[in-house]
């Protein structure tokens, strides 16, 4: 597999009694020239919906989509697919518990 790069533009609101934020990212692959050596994802979206039900919780509804560019076989790209998502929820969960 060849290394990848992804320009990415990330919006972020917010409700005026911060319980609801909404981060939407997109994928940006024309904005800036490709790199030797790079693959450009050409597609990518993401969007996190946090909203924070009591003062002690949080929720967060998570969605994904990507073409990774390139000859990847679908089975790589899916057995990838929910490791990312899972391994930064586990790394956020520890640093809001601290």
Do not use: C
Request: aromatic share 10%.
């Amino acid at each position: 597999m060849s290394n990848r790069d992804a320009i990415v533009h990330l919006k972020i609101t917010k409700d005026s009694l911060n319980r609801f934020v909404k981060i939407t990212a997109i994928g940006e692959p024309g904005y800036i020239p490709e790199k030797t050596g790079k693959v450009r994802v050409p597609q990518f979206g993401a969007q996190w919906d946090v909203t924070m039900p009591t003062a002690k919780t949080i929720h967060i509804v998570y969605t994904f989509e990507a073409d990774p560019g390139g000859s990847v076989p679908a089975w790589v790209v899916n057995s990838f697919a929910d490791k990312g998502p899972l391994e930064s929820f586990k790394k956020l969960e520890k640093i809001l518990r601290n």
